[in-house]
């Protein structure tokens, strides 16, 4: 059973850069694809992130394209979102996700989740 953990995540002033981390347990990590997702009470979730498990594509919602940055470390078990130049609108739980053989697209079915850990931007 895959098991998923989120840290990383607090309170910053806009314009600042916060890493949220994602740790991943359970199977072998360098078969999933791993994704970034987000949400705000009363709104869906939102897909932010993702990183293919092969050759390690990565895709991004436009909204946060040039300011987040996907990124694993195979030998460590844990998945990285850098977020730089934040917003208050990136205000929001952040989850980490991830799928077998997953490609990191935005259609990506993820099976696992983790708990999440929220981000607050003040303006």
């Known amino acids: 059973q895959v098991e998923l953990a989120e840290s990383g995540g607090g309170l910053v002033q806009a314009g600042g850069s916060l890493r949220l981390s994602c740790a991943f347990s359970?199977?072998?990590?360098?078969?999933?694809?791993m994704g970034w997702f987000r949400q705000v009470p009363g709104k869906e979730r939102e897909f932010v992130a993702g990183?293919?498990?092969?050759?390690?594509?990565?895709y991004y919602a436009d909204s946060v394209k040039g300011r987040f940055t996907i990124s694993r470390d195979i030998p460590k078990n844990m998945g990285y979102l850098q977020m730089n130049s934040l917003k208050p609108e990136d205000t929001a739980v952040y989850y980490c996700?991830?799928?077998?053989?997953?490609?990191?697209?935005?259609?990506?079915?993820?099976?696992?989740w983790g708990q999440g850990t929220q981000v607050t931007v003040s303006s």
């Open positions: 990183v293919a498990w092969n050759i390690g594509s990565t």
């Open positions: 996700a991830a799928a077998k053989y997953g490609m990191g697209y935005g259609g990506t079915l993820y099976d696992y």
């Open positions: 359970g199977r072998t990590f360098s078969t999933y694809g």
